[in-house]
C-alpha cells in the first residue's frame, strides 16, 4: 500500500462527519452503555442502511475521535492485513497516539479480524460496521470468541421516522383525534417509501435498483464467487414478489434451474448473510420436521422488494406482514409461522416456549375476515396454551374475550401504527 495515498485517504475521510438532518436510531442507545466495555462492537447490517452515519455519531462524541477508515473506498482496493501495521504507524504520525479505533465495512479486508484482536489485546477500543452477516460467524468464531459485542442495524423503523417526523407522537398514552390523523399520514408515507435512509430523504427512482444491484455483485456474486449471476437474480425477482408467502428449496430450483435444492438453500443463505432478505421456519416441537416444512420469506425493507418485484393490489397485507417482520427481528424475537389446519401469521418463542401469537391483515370489515383471522389465531393459541392472541390492522382497535371450550380466551386487536410505536 501507498503510504502517501493511504495518508491523503485518512485526511480526506477524517473531516467527515454527522449529518445535519441525522435521524436518531434506536441502536445508538444500545452502544451508549457499551463504550466502556472493553469488548469491541460490532454493528452489521444492509448496506447503506445507515452505518457509517451511526459510526460517525459515535465519533462525534468521543475524545478519541481520529482513528477512522472506511474500507469502502476504491483507493483501497490494493488493502490487506499486511497494511494494518502501515495503517496505525500513519495514524500516529498525523494524529499522535490513541486508544479508540472506527472501521467501516471492513470486511472487504481479508483477515482483518487477526489485526482487531492484536488491537484488542493492547486494551484498545474498537467500533467495526460491516454490509455481512457471516463476518459475525467464521471470521469472528475462533479468533474472537468472546471479545466483541454484535449489534444489527435495520433500515429505519416506523418509530424512528415518526421520532423525526413528529417527535410529539412518541410516547404518547392517550391520541387526540389530530395526533391519530398525522401517525396515519406518516404511516401511509412510511408504507410507501420504507426504511432505506437516503430513498427516504430523497425518494430517487432508480436508488433502490442502485442499492440492490450493488449488494448482488458485492455482496453476494463476487464475494461468493458464483459462476452466473442470472440464477440468483431470478431467486431474488421472485422472491421480492412473493414477500410472506410459503416457499420450498424445491420449488425454487424448478424456477431458477439451479442443480439442486442444496444450492437453491446455499442461495437463500447468501441473501439472508446479506441482509436482503430472511427466511423463517413454520414451527414444530421437532427440529428435523421444521426443517422438512416450507418455509416463509420476508425482505429487508418493504418498499426496496416492491422496487424489485413483481406488484399487484392484493400484496397490501403481505407488506404489512413483512413491516411486522423486520420489527420482531428488531425486537430480537424468536420468529416462525404456524400452520396446521389454520394458518397464523408469527409464533414468537422465548428461550424453550412460545410466548405470543400475532396476526396481521389490512383490516376485518367483514365477517369472513374476522372469522378467518380468528380462527388461525385460536388454533396457535389452543396448540401453545396461550390465553392471550394479538390481530394487527390498519384502521380497528379492540379487546375480546371469549370463553372456548370452557377456557376464556382474550384477542386484543390493535392498529399497527400504534403497536410500531410501543417500544
Not at 15 to 33: A, E, L, M, W
Not at 153 to 164: D, I, L, R, T
Not at 380 to 398: H, Q
Amino acid at each position: 500500500m501507498n503510504i502517501e495515498l493511504l495518508k491523503q485517504v485518512i485526511i480526506e475521510q477524517s473531516v467527515r462527519t454527522v449529518p445535519t438532518d441525522f435521524v436518531p436510531r434506536t441502536v445508538y442507545q444500545q452502544v451508549i452503555p457499551l463504550k466502556k466495555n472493553k469488548e469491541i462492537i460490532i454493528v452489521t447490517g444492509l448496506r447503506r442502511c445507515g452505518k457509517s452515519t451511526l459510526l460517525q455519531k459515535i465519533r462525534s462524541e468521543e475524545k478519541e475521535k481520529d482513528y477512522y477508515l472506511n474500507f469502502e473506498d476504491d483507493r483501497l482496493i490494493n488493502f490487506n492485513v499486511s497494511d494494518f501495521q502501515l495503517l496505525v504507524e500513519v495514524f500516529t504520525e498525523l494524529f499522535g497516539h490513541q486508544k479508540t479505533f472506527y472501521f467501516d465495512e471492513i470486511q472487504n479486508i481479508p483477515d482483518w479480524e487477526r489485526f482487531v484482536r492484536r488491537l484488542h489485546d493492547d486494551d484498545c477500543k474498537i467500533y467495526i460496521t460491516g454490509s455481512n452477516a457471516t463476518m459475525l460467524s467464521k471470521e469472528l468464531g475462533t479468533k474472537l470468541t468472546g471479545r466483541y459485542i454484535a449489534l444489527t442495524m435495520y433500515p429505519y423503523s416506523y418509530y424512528e421516522y415518526v421520532n423525526y417526523y413528529s417527535p410529539e407522537l412518541i410516547n404518547k398514552k392517550v391520541y387526540a383525534t389530530q395526533d391519530i390523523a398525522m401517525a396515519r399520514r406518516l404511516f401511509a408515507q412510511y408504507c410507501r417509501v420504507g426504511g432505506i435512509p437516503e430513498f427516504v430523504r430523497l425518494e430517487q427512482p432508480d436508488y433502490l435498483h442502485t442499492l440492490y444491484e450493488g449488494v448482488i455483485y458485492r455482496d453476494i456474486i463476487t464475494r461468493y464467487k458464483l459462476p452466473q449471476e442470472r440464477p440468483i437474480k431470478e431467486l431474488t425477482f421472485y422472491l421480492a414478489s412473493h414477500v410472506g408467502k410459503e416457499i420450498t428449496f424445491n420449488a425454487l430450483r424448478k424456477i431458477t434451474h439451479l442443480s439442486s435444492a442444496t444450492t437453491v438453500a446455499e442461495y437463500c443463505d447468501y441473501l439472508e448473510n446479506s441482509f436482503l432478505c430472511f427466511l423463517i421456519n413454520r414451527y414444530s416441537h421437532s427440529l428435523k420436521q421444521q426443517i422438512g416444512y416450507e418455509k416463509k420469506q420476508y425482505f429487508i425493507d418493504h418498499a426496496l422488494a416492491g422496487a424489485i418485484g413483481f406488484r399487484t393490489s392484493e400484496d397490501r397485507g403481505r407488506f404489512l406482514e413483512n413491516i411486522v417482520f423486520i420489527e420482531l427481528k428488531r425486537r430480537n424475537k424468536e420468529i416462525y409461522f404456524h400452520k396446521n389446519k389454520k394458518e397464523c401469521d408469527f409464533i414468537i418463542k422465548e428461550k424453550n416456549k412460545v410466548t405470543s401469537v400475532i396476526q396481521v391483515c389490512v383490516h376485518m370489515e367483514s365477517e369472513e375476515i374476522k372469522k378467518r383471522e380468528y380462527a388461525g389465531l385460536f388454533e396457535a393459541m389452543k396448540l401453545y396454551r396461550l390465553k392471550e392472541g394479538l390481530i394487527l390492522t390498519e384502521d380497528k382497535e379492540y379487546k375480546e374475550t371469549m370463553l372456548i371450550e370452557g377456557v376464556q380466551h382474550t384477542v386484543q386487536v390493535m392498529t399497527l401504527w400504534k403497536w410500531l410505536l410501543a417500544l
